[in-house]
């Protein structure tokens, strides 16, 4: 193991600041290894919305996501020095693909900690792109475990962190997909959507469309359930969430990056959707020419986004790269109009396709669970079939939880239904019911065990 190396050493200058200049720069560092992404238009979309609509496809670079732009900016950067000391990175799957692609093009090792909850597809990616020249550590279920375990091997060893956020060659390396746009574009958009996990990209792009096109809107899009933006720019500063949900595992972090957030207040806007408020409106709409705006998708519209790629343009996009997707389907915005969604990365595992196609039905108001007291007699549940549950819809989960007596059990019902207008006529018919039943709701305590 390399012996940690003294500041002096270690240090090669003062780290860059964030600007288009450095982004351009960053550009043509990574130009030997990284072809510019396709920007496809999509029919579907543009028909929807009114716009023409057009998805920046980083899920097609060579570790099917845009981080190995910033990984490969800041580790093409090093001195020879600390090229021998090694690198270490923190990540939930997708920069640690872009560090482990990086450490093997240019003979660097390096370790990478990952979340325990990180998916299998990725962890096997990072190790066939890194090959004999990186270690995977598994720890923690967040990033922010993962990334304390980094922080202290940085401590202990003098490698260097490559950070996949919090960094200004990080944020630059990922700014040059702004600038790609532009020039395949040939023309101004008049709004650009932005999945945030870290904010890193967010940074990078913001930072170069308000340089060199400040008449482009830009929609920052965060999962609900792990909303780190948009919490920072409610409290005035970087704050840590409490708790957060790891489905979208690109973009879940508990504390935004100190430099994406610094980068983001310069942009000027505001929040428009945070906790219980209602997500943007027609009035609110992001199609002020330079505005700058933040808003929350609900899990299941990320879902209902990604499923809907697959099956009608065959994109497979993770969670997170179909954010910005989930993001346009919200709002309105000027017929004719030019945007371009962020589909940020296509690293998604076959085997959460279940839970996806779930979190999408229920976002849709089609799947709901009650927990009904069945008559422990013949025909008890050709009664509900028959009486309760209306000609388009269907049992998917029937499970016994407990039995109180010989004359009744509690049973855990899914129904599916034909259409979202059928949930009232279905309550109704319960309440007709001679039955004992209770809906569980989104949300609830007893709701979270079922996903």
């Not at 979309?45 to 023409?52: M, N, V």
């Not at 270490?88 to 660097?108: D, E, K, L, P, Y």
């Not at 906790?275 to 609110?284: I, Q, R, V």
């Not at 422990?376 to 109180?404: H, S």
């Amino acid at each position: 193991m390399s012996q940690p190396l003294d500041t002096a050493e270690k240090l090669s200058g003062p780290l860059p600041e964030l600007s288009a200049d450095e982004i351009d720069a960053a550009a043509k560092r990574i130009s030997d290894i990284i072809e510019p992404t396709p920007l496809q238009r999509i029919d579907r979309l543009s028909a929807l919305s009114g716009a023409e609509v057009y998805v920046k496809r980083e899920d097609l670079t060579a570790v099917r996501s845009y981080k190995l732009r910033g990984a490969y900016n800041l580790i093409v950067q090093l001195t020879e020095a600390e090229r021998t000391a090694g690198v270490v990175t923190a990540s939930a799957g997708n920069h640690a693909q872009g560090v482990a692609f990086a450490c093997r093009a240019m003979g660097i090792t390096g370790r990478i900690y990952v979340p325990t909850t990180t998916p299998k597809q990725k962890r096997d990616r990072i190790r066939a792109h890194g090959g004999e020249f990186v270690k995977l550590i598994a720890v923690g279920d967040t990033f922010d475990a993962a990334a304390a375990e980094a922080a202290a091997d940085v401590a202990r060893t003098g490698a260097t962190m490559v950070p996949p956020f919090d960094d200004a060659r990080t944020a630059a390396g990922q700014g040059t997909i702004a600038a790609e746009i532009l020039e395949q574009l040939g023309r101004t958009p008049d709004l650009v959507i932005i999945p945030v996990g870290g904010g890193g990209c967010l940074a990078g792009i913001g930072t170069y469309l308000r340089e060199r096109s400040p008449g482009t809107a830009i929609l920052a899009v965060e999962p609900a359930g792990a909303a780190s933006m948009t919490a920072a720019l409610v409290a005035g500063g970087p704050v840590t969430l409490p708790e957060i949900d790891p489905f979208v595992d690109g973009a879940s972090v508990r504390r935004i990056g100190d430099l994406p957030y610094a980068a983001v207040t310069k942009f000027g806007g505001r929040v428009i959707s945070h906790a219980s408020l209602p997500l943007l409106t027609a009035t609110e709409s992001p199609r002020g020419a330079g505005s700058f705006r933040m808003m929350l998708v609900d899990e299941g519209a990320i879902c209902t986004a990604m499923l809907e790629l697959y099956q009608n343009e065959g994109i497979i996009a993770e969670p997170a790269g179909a954010l910005s997707v989930a993001g346009l389907a919200e709002i309105d915005v000027t017929p004719g109009s030019t945007v371009v969604c962020l589909l940020s990365g296509g690293n998604n595992d076959v085997s959460r396709y279940g839970e996806v196609i779930e979190r999408s039905l229920v976002h849709k108001g089609l799947k709901h669970y009650f927990l009904v007291d069945f008559p422990q007699e013949p025909g008890a549940l050709r009664r509900f079939l028959d009486q309760v549950l209306g000609p388009d819809d269907d049992i998917t989960l029937f499970e016994y939880v407990k039995r109180n007596n010989r004359e009744t059990g509690a049973a855990l019902v899914g129904v599916e239904l034909g259409s979202p207008d059928g949930l009232l006529p279905l309550l109704d018919r319960i309440h007709a019911s001679p039955l004992q039943c209770e809906r569980l709701d989104p949300g609830s305590p007893a709701y979270r065990y079922l996903t």
